[in-house]
């Protein structure tokens, strides 16, 4: 699965590695940039990070939690700055 981000020059794919079986930490975020120097987040052009299947398991539990949390609190803040009904 792969997610653009920071006006799609970020690239965020993420993946099971087959070839890392013998690995515990093969599933992969890859983060992939196509832009200036400058406006890098990364050093580099393409940066690996390796996770067991733990840590991917809370890695999107704690983005899940996260983005609910956001929706619930500015959901209630556009409601509490409407005007009333």
Request: net charge negative; with cysteine.
């Amino acid at each position: 699965m792969t997610i653009s981000l920071l006006d799609d020059s970020l690239k965020v794919n993420i993946f099971f590695e087959v070839n890392d079986c013998e690995f515990v930490d093969n599933v992969c975020v890859s983060f992939l940039e196509e832009c200036p120097d400058d406006e890098k987040v990364f050093h580099g052009d393409e940066t690996n990070l390796y996770l067991t299947p733990q840590q991917a398991r809370q890695l999107a539990s704690a983005l899940l939690h996260a983005s609910e949390d956001s929706e619930k609190y500015c959901s209630s803040k556009e409601n509490d700055e409407s005007p009333g009904i």
